[in-house]
């Protein structure tokens, strides 16, 4: 490799590990300890705020916090989710939410601490999308100067938090309905401990949902009766004025814009969530790539590696580079959003376009990593079905980053709406990387724009349930289309220079790749024709005959063997590491 090459990609590399910290021994040794149940779930997130707080571990910083859901994701995706929502939402929101009051105060230092456990109560057993429809009551009684929290009905279960109680206690940011004096103001968050000195809080109510399947996460249903919130427990921020005998003004007038402004945090969960999948794509390509390479089979030309194959070559180099791309993409997001988190630690709510990126890059990512550890289970053959070898907790963890902090399929309907209504239109392009590629999908999301911008003019620019049940593909197209060209033109302003070959190889093959899955909707839409599509599709088969190695060589930069990723397929005798624990266990 000549030398403008070799630093074109030592400069991508850079950026491909997994998180931006060292990885101790004794955090290595926590992170690798297998759990088989919530319990000891539970116990190992404990150590892990243990691990935080005796190593003064930054956590109030966007940009560390995503850092170390990148480390602990590819060892285990139920604390990932725990560390989730103690510090995103939990943490969070109060912190964006909180008046510094004793009592707030108190409970916050005790979660910053690793003294106590946060979770977060929105959903509910008849409420999950429709967060603003909850039915959970907190109203205000002046002559006590407590809310009395109540769950109505079974509709108003919260379903499914972490809360079933454990060795630390568990501090809740619960969203409710606030009414005072017989009005309601909508949905605002409320704190409170869920026990105190080992006993629930009177009337609350506790029941677990046991484990799902390989990923041990402490769900309950929760509920409440006449449970008494003090006054400081309102999470309100500046967006409403309470007096203790219950005079209320309003800042935030709109029902809307409050909503916004408490549900702030778990639209920066998305992204954590994100990132969690990207990493666990990561990780299942350095495993089956070191499968690849290490398992033999019998060819056409005699003993060889499975690699060999190009079905399976090809294959893994197409997942890696939908991976490196949306690496390299989802870190200048995050930098993106931690700077204007810490610039705005207060009443903080997420500009409308930022806002939508975020989403529709969840539902991007956290999609293709579901084919790519699809690809990778298969590709490992039964290997690939055992939790030894991690691929399958994969997927199941991935099965939650798609429904977490918002379905992906709902998200990325409302996004396409948006888009429209917004008149979020225009993508940028930037002038000095012109790829003959780009203005494909461009034109493709022009068309899609044009068509549904159409339907809203003649409809007094308003959506339907109609309207939109008919036409979900060209929405759904229109939000997949829009998140693409992001991630082109901002990894483009991020990471291209005249002299990185790599990265424009990069690109090129995420283009096409990405024409290639909607090729039949370009042709119907006729953006592209028969000849052009033949062309491209020669130019694809091309490109990557020419290119895999050179893209595989890239999964060694994803730094997987360094934060502690062992597997049996990925060792470098597989066959010794299942026979030597064969031999333990006839012993035992």
């Not at 130019?539 to 005959?545: D, F, W």
Request: proline share 3%; charged share 20%; net charge neutral.
């Amino acid at each position: 490799m000549n030398r403008s090459l070799s630093d074109s990609k030592s400069k991508l590399t850079s950026y491909l590990g997994i998180g931006n910290t060292e990885v101790s021994d004794n955090l290595l040794e926590l992170l690798k300890s297998t759990c088989g149940s919530y319990q000891s779930s539970v116990k190992k997130f404990i150590e892990l705020l243990k691990y935080i707080r005796n190593n003064n571990i930054h956590t109030k910083s966007f940009n560390e916090l995503v850092a170390l859901h990148e480390l602990v994701a590819p060892h285990d995706c139920a604390v990932v989710s725990m560390l989730s929502i103690h510090f995103n939402l939990a943490i969070g929101t109060i912190a964006n939410l909180g008046l510094q009051t004793p009592y707030v105060e108190d409970l916050y230092q005790k979660l910053c601490s690793g003294r106590a456990i946060g979770v977060y109560l929105a959903t509910e057993l008849a409420h999950g999308n429709d967060l603003i429809s909850i039915e959970t009551q907190a109203n205000y009684l002046p002559e006590k100067g407590v809310f009395m929290l109540n769950s109505p009905s079974q509709n108003a279960y919260k379903f499914m938090p972490n809360t079933t109680p454990c060795e630390l206690p568990k501090i809740a940011v619960i969203l409710a309905q606030l009414n005072v004096s017989g009005k309601k103001y909508g949905i605002l968050p409320f704190i409170l401990p869920l026990s105190v000195n080992g006993k629930l809080t009177p009337g609350v109510k506790i029941t677990p949902l046991g484990d799902k399947p390989g990923f041990y996460l402490d769900n309950a249903i929760t509920s409440f009766d006449n449970v008494e919130i003090p006054f400081e427990g309102l999470l309100a921020g500046n967006m409403i004025t309470l007096t203790r005998d219950g005079k209320i003004s309003l800042q935030a007038k709109k029902l809307r814009e409050r909503f916004s402004l408490i549900t702030n945090r778990v639209h920066s969960g998305k992204l954590c969530m994100a990132m969690s999948s990207i990493t666990a794509a990561k990780s299942a390509l350095h495993i089956t790539n070191a499968y690849g390479n290490k398992r033999q089979t019998f060819g056409y030309s005699g003993a060889m590696p499975i690699i060999n194959y190009s079905h399976f070559k090809e294959g893994i180099a197409w997942d890696t580079l939908s991976t490196i791309t949306y690496a390299l993409y989802l870190r200048e997001l995050t930098k993106k959003v931690s700077v204007i988190l810490s610039e705005s630690v207060k009443n903080f709510k997420f500009p409308d376009e930022l806002l939508i990126e975020i989403s529709i890059a969840k539902s991007l990512c956290t999609w293709r990593t579901q084919e790519i550890l699809i690809n990778c289970r298969e590709r490992c053959g039964a290997h690939g079905l055992f939790t030894v070898n991690k691929i399958s907790s994969y997927l199941i963890s991935n099965f939650g980053a798609i429904t977490s902090e918002g379905d992906n399929l709902v998200l990325s309907l409302k996004a396409g709406g948006t888009i429209i209504l917004n008149k979020m239109k225009k993508i940028h392009e930037k002038t000095s990387f012109q790829h003959d590629l780009f203005p494909i999908l461009h034109d493709y999301m022009n068309f899609l724009y044009e068509k549904l911008n159409s339907l809203i003019v003649s409809n007094n620019k308003k959506i339907n349930l109609d309207m939109l049940n008919k036409h979900s593909g060209d929405f759904l197209e229109l939000s997949q289309t829009y998140a693409i060209l992001s991630v082109v033109t901002t990894t483009i302003d991020a990471y291209y220079d005249n002299n990185n070959d790599d990265f424009y190889m990069i690109i090129e093959g995420y283009l096409l790749d990405c024409i290639h899955r909607t090729m039949s909707n370009l042709l119907r839409s006729e953006v592209i024709n028969l000849q052009e599509a033949k062309k491209i599709d020669e130019r694809r088969i091309e490109y990557i005959r020419q290119h895999a190695d050179r893209i595989n060589d890239y999964i060694a930069s994803f730094g997987v063997d360094k934060i502690g990723i062992e597997t049996p397929i990925s060792s470098n005798d597989y066959i010794s590491w299942y026979a030597n624990n064969h031999h333990q266990l006839k012993n035992n």
